[in-house]
């Protein structure tokens, strides 16, 4: 019994990652309709700027505000250089130049900060056990930093004009235009948002999966499956639904198919969650006028 | 962006549509033409090229047939996939386990091989019907990143080979040939690679061919027309998977060695830029991607480990914004471009 409630509570924790990733996947979709590929790569990218930072003498929480400063910058450049004459090209263009970006900032990661794995210190201390060796230190630090994000983001979305507005830009961009909203700027805005939020999600993760430049496909395989999961609409969904892919990747791994298949578990409940209930679990249904 | 062609080939004018499809027309002709000699200088590189560069052409041609199956389902069906790695591996993995566990002569692990990969490719196409767009690219993106996984499982080690993998006999030339094996090998390629060509080319200019674009351009207006598009989408993703399981068991016919780590993600990412840079809906596209995938990596490794990713990634994205129809497409308009100024000049 103690067995199973540690695998819970260890996939809560690997689950607040895959929710982060999730909600910036989730906050690109509902803003562009694309599937930001690069995703993961971007946060990787992140991470390494955050190394480095760190062993240049910058201290830790210094170094952290600076990264996510600097990603912001980058999502919303990317945006606007590489992502804006996209608008309205075919789904084939907009997958193309995505995947582009992923191998380009793959590579660049594995080029200049090289191919080594390498430890990632953590704020939270050491290793060491808590609450009767449940969880350690690191993973009750970086679920409770991720929640903190959510919660801002929430907020941010919930109660303040600027979030409003993006929200609005979203979901109406003509609409919003005529309402004086700067779509264009919304969209920027978005990206960077959703870079910040990868380079957290990185840079909670890396001391536990250790940082090499292929860090992020398998975690954004698993974002793709928590926010498919909750509904690929909706952030609160993406949220659960990443929660809830920790766990299950975290049960099955340790009762069902052996770790060695974990990703495999992903693969599933992207194809369950696909034939069963589309939409997702918090999700609408889209209705196409034909 | 696959509406350029058309709108290059059918300018509005009477006068000039009739110049038109003379310049089809003879068009037609070059091509014949142009396959003959192609497939003589092809045959001819048996002996005038060897070694190492062989073995390159050989796979050259077992990547342009990976292409291949791309082009039917992604340029032709309008299904993207980032996951025919997936079932490249299938191919592979049949054709070295017959071999290594069975002592199957390798020609004849070609057709299990290819019912293989259809029938997982089938199996794909079934959630697919569900899928469009870039849901599909991502469903087929966690297909590539899972299949490693599954071929290293050790349930499956015994027959896989686990993460080592399987190692086979390399193929001697038939009695009397006076060939070596790199030649055999190159000549067996090459001919396998025709047949898989000439499938593809008859099977997309037919009927079927315009139902699988119908579907792609129009996906409802194709229905009300009376095509069965459950049907044809699933089949198509079969045949792709099986032109690449094919190309997966000509690679290990190659290569003699498989492993889990040869089938990663960034294989089928690659198969998807070479598709690009090919030139999505085009046939002949399939060949400068094969060629794309086979060369440009070692060109590239020579600067530094990661450059291959990274130019590809170059490509690729310069490609969607400077030539979205590949390097075929271009060449086809540049092609159209130069017969309609010989012809305006005779006009004179």
């Given at each position: 019994m103690t067995g199973l409630a540690h695998q819970i509570i260890s996939g809560l924790a690997s689950g607040s990652i895959y929710a982060a990733v999730a909600l910036a996947l989730v906050m690109i979709y509902q803003a562009t309709h694309h599937v930001n590929f690069a995703q993961g790569e971007m946060a990787t990218l992140s991470t390494y700027i955050c190394l480095t930072l760190i062993n240049a003498g910058v201290p830790y929480w210094g170094a952290f505000v600076l990264t996510v400063v600097v990603s912001f910058v980058m999502g919303a450049v990317i945006e606007r250089v590489l992502i804006r004459p996209m608008t309205n090209a075919p789904i084939l263009s907009a997958v193309g130049v995505f995947i582009g970006l992923l191998l380009v900032i793959n590579s660049m990661n594995g080029w200049v900060f090289d191919y080594i794995i390498k430890p990632f210190p953590s704020p939270f201390g050491g290793g060491q056990a808590m609450l009767h060796g449940f969880i350690s230190a690191h993973e009750l630090g970086e679920t409770a930093v991720t929640l903190l994000v959510l919660l801002l983001v929430y907020l941010f979305f919930r109660h303040t004009t600027l979030g409003l507005a993006m929200r609005a830009a979203a979901f109406n961009a003509t609409s919003s235009r005529l309402c004086g909203v700067r779509v264009n700027q919304m969209l920027m805005l978005g990206w960077g948002l959703a870079a910040a939020i990868g380079a957290i999600a990185g840079i909670m993760v890396a001391p536990i999966?250790?940082?090499?430049?292929?860090?992020m496909l398998g975690i954004l395989t698993y974002a793709f499956a928590g926010a498919l999961l909750g509904g690929i609409d909706n952030a609160l969904g993406a949220v659960v639904g990443g929660f809830l892919v920790g766990v299950l990747e975290n049960l099955f791994g340790a009762y069902v198919v052996g770790t060695e298949l974990k990703l495999t578990v992903a693969l599933i409940i992207i194809v369950v969650v696909l034939l069963l209930?589309?939409?997702?679990?918090?999700?609408r249904a889209v209705q196409t006028r034909v | 962006m696959l509406e350029t062609d058309i709108a290059d080939t059918h300018p509005p004018a009477e006068s000039v549509e009739a110049e038109v499809s003379d310049t089809e027309g003879r068009l037609e002709a070059w091509r014949v033409m142009a396959i003959i000699v192609a497939v003589g200088i092809a045959v001819a590189l048996t002996w005038l090229v060897n070694g190492y560069h062989l073995f390159q052409l050989s796979m050259t041609i077992a990547y342009a047939c990976v292409i291949l199956g791309l082009t039917v389902l992604t340029?032709?069906?309008g299904q993207i996939s980032l996951g025919h790695g997936a079932f490249y591996a299938v191919g592979a993995y049949m054709t070295a386990v017959l071999m290594a566990n069975?002592?199957?002569?390798y020609w004849a692990t070609i057709p299990p091989a290819a019912a293989a990969s259809a029938i997982v490719g089938f199996l794909v196409g079934f959630p697919a019907l569900r899928l469009t767009g870039l849901y599909l690219a991502l469903v087929t993106l966690a297909l590539a990143v899972a299949a490693p996984q599954i071929l290293k499982t050790n349930a499956l080690s015994d027959i896989?080979?686990?993460?080592q993998g399987l190692t086979t006999d390399k193929p001697e030339a038939p009695f009397g040939l006076g060939l070596n094996p790199d030649q055999w090998i190159y000549l067996f390629t090459l001919a396998t690679g025709c047949v898989i060509f000439l499938l593809g080319w008859n099977l997309t200019r037919g009927r079927i061919g315009r139902a699988m674009m119908a579907i792609r351009d129009q996906p409802l207006a194709a229905e009300s027309m009376g095509i069965n598009l459950a049907a044809v989408k699933t089949r198509t993703f079969a045949v792709s998977a099986m032109f690449t399981g094919v190309a997966g068991s000509l690679t290990t016919i190659i290569v003699q060695f498989v492993a889990p780590d040869s089938f990663n993600s960034l294989l089928s990412i690659y198969f998807f830029v070479g598709l690009v840079v090919g030139g999505v809906n085009s046939i002949v596209g399939a060949l400068f991607g094969g060629a794309f995938i086979e060369f440009v990596p070692n060109i590239a490794n020579q600067i530094s480990k990661a450059a291959p990713g990274a130019i590809y990634g170059l490509i690729l994205i310069a490609f969607m914004y400077l030539?979205?129809?590949g390097i075929a497409g271009g060449l086809h308009q540049l092609i159209l471009r130069l017969f309609r100024a010989r012809r305006r000049a005779a006009a004179r």
């Open positions: 999966v250790f940082l090499d430049p292929n860090m209930k589309p939409a997702g679990l918090f999700g | 340029g032709i069906n069975y002592n199957w002569p896989t080979g686990g993460v030539l979205p129809t």
